[in-house]
């Protein structure tokens, strides 16, 4: 650890130093006289002896411990971890350790906290990229590291920069993950005004694509008097009136609705297209409320107006409308070899200092109580 300063100007704080002892060299200790008999044959005008004199130095000491202390904490001391440059292996989870040589370098898990290797292997994660960074970040700039992936692995769709050259080992995984589970199609739950009921039908037929060959299809369609179920996800709103208070409760607490065109959408901030048609002209607009989505489509629902209702993938159009699909983000790692670039602010060496101030703030404390006591004592010391 290395003590360092955040603002060394504080230190100037130290010359309040000279006001105690100032005071403890002007102020005398209280006397008192005593006269005994053979005062008379002293001379009555002695010599005086001019010597400095510092009064109650366990008092003076702790009041300079006090300021010294109070100008040290304004300066914002703390501790800088002095830098291992021993070099770093960082193996992600899911890869054996023991296929990674052991030459004396650090090993540790691409992990939270980055544990070390030596420990039992930690769960797989889906953040590795962003454990790199922050491991590059945290790593003093003349370490050498060698990061071991797996052949494939999640990543963001930001590219890797890191701020050095490392060592990029691609090995198989020990233990390869089972297949993610398959997506569950949409409850479709509608509600129509009466002079919308024929439009129903096309959210019928895309509930019935849906289900398999001896399922019921999910499906629930009433006129608009009639509230959503209270489990329902998805809400097709066929009607010109405003939803009601329940539902736009019910959008609010994270359900997804899609509105007629004709419809009053209760999103008044930013919205965005979701969905073209084959001119790029958009059919949907989406908006967040609370922390649902409201899906406003831009035509009414009829097939010459709305093209797409008697296409064959229109249960596959509504299905990525309503939830739409993670983003693929699953990379091969031969393809997402870390690029150098230039330190940012992200990639900064930053090694995590210890901010001493708490621990000084209990010092002043203590001083105080302790200056208060010896300054207010019944026992002072007195000078005969």
Same mark, same amino acid.
């Given at each position: 650890m290395?003590?360092?300063?955040?603002?060394?100007?504080?230190?100037?704080?130290?010359?309040?130093?000279?006001?105690?002892?100032?005071?403890?060299?002007?102020?005398?200790?209280?006397?008192?006289?005593?006269?005994?008999?053979?005062?008379?044959?002293?001379?009555?005008n002695p010599k005086p002896v001019q010597r400095l004199q510092l009064d109650e130095r366990l008092?003076?000491?702790?009041?300079?411990?006090?300021?010294?202390?109070?100008?040290?904490?304004?300066?914002?001391?703390?501790?800088?971890?002095?830098?291992?440059?021993?070099?770093?292996?960082?193996?992600a989870p899911g890869i054996d350790a023991a296929?990674? *040589?052991?030459?004396?370098? #650090?090993?540790?898990?691409? !992990?939270?906290?980055? +544990?070390?290797?030596?420990? =039992?292997?930690?769960? /797989?994660t889906d953040d590795l990229a962003s454990l790199i960074r922050q491991l590059d970040a945290?790593?003093?700039?003349?370490?050498?590291?060698?990061?071991?992936?797996?052949q494939t692995f999640d990543a963001d769709g930001a590219r890797l920069v890191l701020s050095r050259k490392v060592v990029w080992k691609i090995v198989p995984a020990a233990a390869t993950r089972g297949p993610k589970?398959?997506?569950?199609?949409?409850?479709?739950?509608?509600?129509?005004?009466?002079?919308?009921?024929? *439009?129903?039908?096309?959210? #019928?037929?895309?509930?019935? !694509?849906?289900?398999? +060959?001896?399922?019921?299809? =999910?499906?629930?369609? /009433?006129?608009?008097?009639q509230p959503p179920p209270a489990k329902a996800r998805t809400l097709i709103w066929l009607s010109g009136a405003p939803l009601s208070d329940g539902a736009l409760t019910w959008i609010e607490r994270g359900g997804v609705v899609l509105l007629a065109h004709d419809a009053p959408s209760p999103v008044e901030g930013r919205k965005t297209v979701v969905w073209r048609d084959a001119l790029a002209e958009p059919l949907a607009l989406e908006g967040r409320f609370g922390q649902g989505r409201v899906l406003h489509l831009t035509r009414p629902l009829e097939p010459k107006a709305l093209t797409a209702l008697v296409e064959p993938d229109f249960p596959d159009r509504l299905w990525t409308l309503l939830d739409p699909p993670p983003a693929p983000a699953?990379?091969?790692?031969?393809?997402?070899?870390?690029?150098?670039?230039?330190?940012?602010?992200?990639?900064?060496?930053?090694?995590?200092?210890?901010?001493?101030?708490?621990?000084?703030?209990?010092?002043?404390?203590?001083?105080?109580?302790?200056?208060?006591?010896?300054?207010?004592?019944?026992?002072?010391?007195?000078?005969?």
């Amino acid at each position: 650890m290395i003590p360092a300063l955040l603002l060394p100007a504080a230190l100037a704080a130290l010359l309040a130093v000279a006001v105690p002892l100032a005071i403890h060299i002007a102020r005398r200790t209280e006397t008192k006289t005593i006269d005994f008999a053979a005062l008379r044959w002293l001379n009555p005008n002695p010599k005086p002896v001019q010597r400095l004199q510092l009064d109650e130095r366990l008092l003076l000491a702790v009041r300079i411990a006090l300021i010294v202390a109070i100008a040290i904490a304004l300066a914002r001391p703390l501790l800088r971890p002095s830098g291992n440059e021993r070099p770093v292996v960082a193996i992600a989870p899911g890869i054996d350790a023991a296929q990674v *040589a052991d030459n004396g370098q #650090r090993r540790v898990w691409l !992990a939270p906290d980055f +544990p070390s290797a030596e420990r =039992a292997a930690t769960p /797989a994660t889906d953040d590795l990229a962003s454990l790199i960074r922050q491991l590059d970040a945290e790593t003093p700039p003349a370490t050498p590291l060698t990061l071991v992936v797996p052949q494939t692995f999640d990543a963001d769709g930001a590219r890797l920069v890191l701020s050095r050259k490392v060592v990029w080992k691609i090995v198989p995984a020990a233990a390869t993950r089972g297949p993610k589970p398959e997506r569950t199609p949409p409850s479709l739950v509608v509600r129509y005004a009466a002079e919308r009921a024929e *439009a129903v039908q096309y959210f #019928r037929a895309a509930a019935g !694509a849906y289900a398999g +060959p001896d399922q019921a299809p =999910a499906f629930d369609a /009433a006129p608009v008097d009639q509230p959503p179920p209270a489990k329902a996800r998805t809400l097709i709103w066929l009607s010109g009136a405003p939803l009601s208070d329940g539902a736009l409760t019910w959008i609010e607490r994270g359900g997804v609705v899609l509105l007629a065109h004709d419809a009053p959408s209760p999103v008044e901030g930013r919205k965005t297209v979701v969905w073209r048609d084959a001119l790029a002209e958009p059919l949907a607009l989406e908006g967040r409320f609370g922390q649902g989505r409201v899906l406003h489509l831009t035509r009414p629902l009829e097939p010459k107006a709305l093209t797409a209702l008697v296409e064959p993938d229109f249960p596959d159009r509504l299905w990525t409308l309503l939830d739409p699909p993670p983003a693929p983000a699953r990379v091969a790692a031969q393809d997402y070899t870390p690029a150098v670039g230039e330190a940012g602010p992200a990639l900064t060496f930053n090694p995590h200092p210890i901010d001493l101030r708490p621990w000084l703030a209990v010092l002043i404390a203590a001083l105080f109580a302790a200056e208060r006591w010896l300054a207010t004592r019944r026992k002072r010391p007195v000078l005969a």
